[in-house]
């Protein structure tokens, strides 16, 4: 009896302390959202990034690229609101899972072979080794025909970045408006959002959701739907022509669920940056158009006539010298 009078009191006392209308601090699928969604914006970043060691290639031979990709698409699936995102979102999920799909049967039958040096290969096929202008992975080059607004850009994704105390790590030899980097940045964001729930409030949790609705709105969700189509027509096929429909279905995917409405760029809207001098004379960024760069790069510097001399000089060296006795 005394036991059962001091649980009924200790019960009430609960009871006048804690409102009945006290809402759940952890709202389970939001949770569960943010994380998948932060877990698939990162096998992404990862499939665009130069493979300078062995880890990804090992992550996508072993098949844990494709599991951890479906398990991320199916929590996702699960916990998406009826009403987030319609039908496109649930469209895009779908395509998705097809995508990993494709990566599955690719790895199995290409790239379970494969060395680092093969992986190395395919992606310098695509990308090159400097800033290919076919698919430049770089969001600065898309929308920007001067260099000022390149600046002003690469100012607002530094912007992002450094309000959330973010910075580039000294191993990844990129810059900030690299595909990889922005999509690694929406990777945090969206972990951060799922921590946030669980141990911030509701204004700190609403500052991590619109912070992800202004980058996409207005930086990924801009040029990457045409930075897909350009890479899906300069890898024709393999590994990357997958990815680029994967990263293509899931931004069109990203902007459903969050609601936002970009502006997406046009091929009319790449061009080379410009620069216009007092004289009104414009330059443009593009030796590639003028033949071997190297070449370019002596005549402006005058050192390709230097070296035309130094070989006409040689020549009469070698042939002698010329007359008679």
Not at 268 to 297: H, I, K, M, W
Not at 303 to 318: G, I, M, N, Y
């Amino acid at each position: 009896m005394t036991s059962k009078q001091s649980v009924q009191t200790a019960t009430s006392t609960a009871a006048a302390v804690i409102p009945n209308n006290t809402p759940t601090i952890k709202d389970s699928p939001a949770v569960e959202r943010a994380l998948n969604r932060s877990k698939l914006y990162l096998l992404v970043s990862w499939s665009l990034l130069y493979p300078e060691d062995e880890e990804f290639l090992d992550y996508l031979q072993c098949g844990e690229f494709v599991e951890d990709g479906r398990a991320a698409l199916d929590a996702l699936q699960a916990a998406l609101d009826a009403n987030q995102g319609g039908d496109r979102a649930k469209l895009k999920l779908a395509a998705l899972k097809k995508q990993l799909d494709n990566v599955e049967k690719l790895v199995a039958s290409e790239c379970v072979n494969w060395q680092l040096s093969d992986l190395q290969s395919e992606h310098r096929r695509v990308f090159s080794n400097v800033i290919t202008l076919d698919c430049p992975p770089y969001e600065t080059l898309f929308g920007n025909d001067h260099v000022f607004a390149q600046s002003h850009t690469m100012g607002d994704i530094a912007g992002f970045y450094k309000a959330f105390g973010v910075e580039l790590s000294k191993d990844i030899h990129e810059r900030l408006d690299h595909l990889s980097v922005e999509f690694e940045f929406m990777h945090f964001l969206a972990y951060k959002e799922s921590y946030s729930r669980c141990h911030d409030g509701a204004d700190k949790t609403q500052i991590v959701v619109d912070a992800q609705k202004k980058f996409v709105k207005n930086h990924i969700g801009r040029w990457v739907p045409l930075f897909c189509r350009m890479l899906t027509k300069k890898s024709d096929s393999g590994l990357f022509k997958i990815v680029a429909d994967m990263t293509s279905d899931w931004i069109e995917f990203e902007t459903a669920f969050l609601g936002v409405t970009p502006q997406p760029y046009t091929e009319t809207d790449y061009r080379p940056a410009t620069f216009n001098s007092p004289e009104g004379q414009t330059y443009e960024c593009g030796a590639q158009d003028q033949g071997n760069e190297l070449s370019v790069l002596l005549n402006e510097v005058g050192a390709q006539s230097f070296l035309d001399v130094k070989d006409k000089d040689k020549d009469k060296e070698e042939g002698g010298p010329v007359g008679t006795a």
